[in-house]
């Protein structure tokens, strides 16, 4: 099994910075591809990055240019760097992993941190 723990949410102003961690416990080998996602009120979860196992990086074109994920496998923690934030990226960001895919479900979630970005 593996356990997920974000960290670094918070609130900040439009054009601010924040960057998340999500730590990696138990068996995190076993995970190949890791993916942030995000989720606004009223809205439904939807995936913003991925990272490979073969360290191929995805992302939503609503964050392009401005979101950076990265993996660091020494610290079995995967990151998201935000930049150039906007009031609609406000949402529960969620670290998730999976053990060959993201699709249709991650077998792994972390339990969310929230962001806030005021105008």
């Known amino acids: 099994q593996v356990q997920l723990v974000e960290s670094g949410g918070g609130s900040v102003q439009a054009g601010g910075s924040l960057r998340l961690s999500c730590a990696a416990s138990?068996?995190?080998?076993?995970?190949?591809?890791m993916g942030w996602y995000r989720q606004a009120p009223g809205n439904q979860r939807e995936l913003v990055a991925t990272f490979t196992g073969g360290g191929s990086t995805n992302y939503a074109d609503s964050v392009k240019g401005r979101f950076t994920i990265s993996r660091d496998y020494g610290k079995n923690t995967l990151y998201l760097q935000m930049n150039s934030l906007k009031p609609e990226d406000t949402a529960v960001y969620y670290c998730?992993?999976?053990?060959?895919?993201?699709?249709?479900?991650?077998?792994?979630w972390g339990q969310g941190t929230q962001v806030t970005v005021s105008s």
């Open positions: 138990g068996n995190p080998l076993m995970i190949d591809v």
């Open positions: 998730a992993g999976g053990r060959r895919s993201l699709r249709p479900t991650p077998d792994y």
